[in-house]
């Protein structure tokens, strides 16, 4: 069965750059959600997109932004990178079936790493 | 904030006892579900229960939902090595279908 995809698996910047991640969702899912994940730390949500409409938001920095795109692939843009961004970011994905929320299917996430 | 604590941060067994595990939050619910995450990788999906609902089976998996006293616990009977993880509770608000904020976690040892 096809899986959430994210990609870069890792990824290497510089303080000040900026990064892009990618997350293709299981099809036919219609929420997105983005979380970020430091060191043993539990996920912090960032945003979610419900039919490529932002849905709810979190604790993303405003240096951050995201989108969801037509064909429901989404992306999360980070710019003016600061070292704390140094995370796990893991994108997920589920059928949301109304107003119930579904159970998230998660990818494998995307390692930042700021120096 | 949406979430309490977990309770506790870590926990070790031998293989074979039974491991529980709670979580508390704060706000109304819509749904409680449980995650576990080996280290680094993706959460993988447990169990949800909706807010109606008190208690909740899925093979060595027993969750329960106390809504008065906006806490769940998650029972893993005759524990295996391989479920040795870290384990999550998420929730969502009745008006934030899909603001899923998770909880602090517990690591699980489960020694041999």
């Known amino acids: 069965a096809a899986g959430v995809i994210q990609s870069p698996r890792h990824l290497i910047k510089e303080k000040r750059e900026t990064a892009t991640l990618k997350c293709y969702p299981i099809p036919r899912h219609d929420t997105v959600y983005w979380y970020q994940q430091g060191p043993g730390q539990d996920p912090q949500f960032l945003i979610s997109f419900y039919e490529k409409m932002q849905s709810d938001k979190g604790s993303i920095p405003d240096r951050f932004s995201a989108q969801q795109f037509s064909d429901y692939h989404s992306e999360l843009n980070m710019s003016s990178l600061e070292l704390g961004d140094s995370a796990l970011y893991f994108c997920a994905s589920s059928l949301r079936a109304g107003v119930r929320t579904g159970e998230l299917f998660f990818g494998e996430g995307s390692r930042l790493t700021v120096l | 904030s949406q979430q309490g604590e977990e309770d506790p941060q870590a926990l070790s067994i031998q293989e074979g006892e039974n491991a529980t595990m709670n979580c508390s939050y704060k706000?109304?619910?819509?749904?409680l579900q449980w995650y576990r995450q080996n280290s680094g990788r993706g959460l993988v999906h447990l169990i949800l229960?909706?807010?109606?609902?008190r208690e909740k089976h899925s093979g060595r998996l027993r969750v329960t939902l106390d809504t008065s006293k906006k806490s769940s616990s998650l029972l893993i009977t005759a524990s295996r090595a391989a479920d040795t993880a870290s384990y999550f509770c998420a929730t969502d608000a009745p008006t934030s279908y899909d603001k899923v904020i998770f909880g602090p976690g517990t690591s699980l040892s489960v020694i041999p």
């Open positions: 229960i909706r807010s109606n609902e």
């Open positions: 706000t109304s619910i819509n749904n």
